[in-house]
């Protein structure tokens, strides 16, 4: 008899932890919020990422985002020629949100992590790699185990290579989907 009821509380909990589980995937722009020097501009670009999230509470999860952006750096230490710079980051979140109710629809969240930031300048193939943090809202529109979302996210690391010395800030705002597993 223990035996059934253990099985029992086995099948009803494994679907209700699974829903805990979040696959997610953004697509986006990326940008500077200032130059590095008076002579040396960024131009806009593009970002995507993966998102892998669990979530802890009603309120609070734990979310790992993979990102990838790319911009171009007008005036930069080769010259005038501009610079393709690419960043791959790899970030682990904490994430509120507002309590998530049935008939609830709309989730508002904020972010901060903590991970590291990859640099790559394409063309001389040159890279560093920095630590990074990472603070962000967004907006959830939930339709069942999919949800739409969009974010804004400031990505901050330091920029200390290429003959460049200064903090970073990358803002990376995109829109996608999440999906409850």
Do not use: C, H
Not at 114 to 143: C, I
């Amino acid at each position: 008899m223990k035996t059934r009821f253990v099985l029992l509380g086995m099948l009803i909990a494994a679907p209700l932890s699974a829903q805990k589980v979040t696959l997610g995937a953004n697509f986006g722009g990326s940008s500077a919020a200032s130059d590095l020097t008076s002579s040396t501009n960024w131009k806009g670009g593009w970002s995507a990422a993966a998102t892998l999230g669990y979530r802890l509470s009603q309120r609070f999860g734990l979310r790992g985002d993979a990102t990838w952006a790319q911009n171009n750096l007008n005036g930069g230490t080769g010259g005038s020629s501009a610079q393709e710079i690419r960043k791959n980051s790899f970030i682990a979140n904490g994430v509120w949100q507002r309590e998530e109710t049935p008939g609830t629809r709309v989730l508002p969240y904020v972010l901060a992590g903590l991970g590291a930031v990859r640099v790559r300048d394409k063309a001389s193939d040159s890279a560093f790699t920095k630590f990074a943090t990472n603070l962000g809202a967004g907006l959830g529109y939930v339709l069942g185990r999919v949800a739409l979302r969009a974010e804004m996210k400031d990505m901050i690391y330091k920029f200390d290579e290429f003959g460049y010395d200064k903090t970073q800030n990358d803002l990376l705002w995109q829109a996608g989907f999440t999906v409850k597993l």
